[in-house]
């Protein structure tokens, strides 16, 4: 018995290769008469509500082979996750399961990249926004507000995750990030290098002030200033 998902293997992070499940699926259809006979799919989906997955079905299904690959066919799923369409209200109204955002107006010509992820950075803060602002979930059969905790924002590289953490703290909005680099290379890191520093030689005055400059210590350049000649505050 062999279990594989195309989708997934696609992954080479993950150690996976499509090739190598193209392959594998070639061999157990071959050990059959009838070569449909060795091929189970499973159809049924407990994440998603009906809608996201008619939405999914709608995108992949608009062409003949939209994974370019003629040994990868799409599946439609069959909504089995105890979830409604309507969990998720915006304004008191029912979301749509997707929304394309077109980035500026017709003929808007995006400058370059950075532009664009400038605009897109921009989009997404204001949806979030509007989201915790008016967005209400039912969870368990009540219905509460949106929470920060609710929203993921997926990107491909960890300086993107970064940046739109910043936009959206830029914003008022709680956000943190989950990125596959160590824990030592992150800001909070290097702020907490820069305190035990000042620990293990309180008596270097540019040591301690480095410390006070970081969020853990919670002085601005103002405060900084205000200390100078003042050995006690210090």
């Keep these: 018995c062999l279990v594989g998902d195309p989708k997934q293997a696609i992954y080479r992070f993950r150690g996976g290769d499509l090739d190598t499940y193209l392959e594998a699926k070639a061999w157990v259809m071959a050990q059959h008469d ?31 082979d939209p994974f370019l690959n ?22 008191g109204a029912p979301q749509p399961a997707l929304t ?43 219905d509460t507000p949106l929470r920060p905790g609710d929203v993921a924002v997926l990107v491909q590289k ?3 995750a970064t940046d739109m953490r910043t936009a959206l703290m830029a914003a008022g909005i709680p ?24 620990l293990a030689d309180p008596t270097d005055p540019g040591r301690v002030r480095a410390a006070l400059a970081t969020r853990i210590g919670g002085l601005d350049a103002r405060a900084l200033e205000a200390l100078e000649g003042d050995g006690t505050a210090v």
Aim: charged share 20%.
């Design 34 to 64: 009838v070569p449909a006979a060795g091929l189970a799919s499973l159809d049924a989906n407990y994440r998603s509500a009906p809608g996201v997955l008619r939405a999914v079905e709608a995108v992949f299904t608009a062409r003949p």
């Design 70 to 91: 003629p040994g990868i066919a799409f599946h439609p799923l069959q909504a089995m996750a105890p979830v409604a369409d309507d969990d998720l209200t915006v304004g």
């Design 100 to 142: 394309v955002h077109w980035l500026g107006q017709p003929g808007d010509d995006l400058a370059d990249a950075a532009d664009a992820r400038a605009r897109i950075e921009v989009a997404t803060v204001d949806a979030i926004a509007t989201l915790l602002r008016t967005g209400r979930l039912r969870r368990g059969g009540v």
């Design 158 to 160: 960890n300086t993107q």
């Design 175 to 198: 956000a943190s990030t989950m990125a596959r680099e160590s824990v030592f290379l992150g800001e909070a890191a290097a702020e907490l290098h820069v305190l035990l520093r000042a």
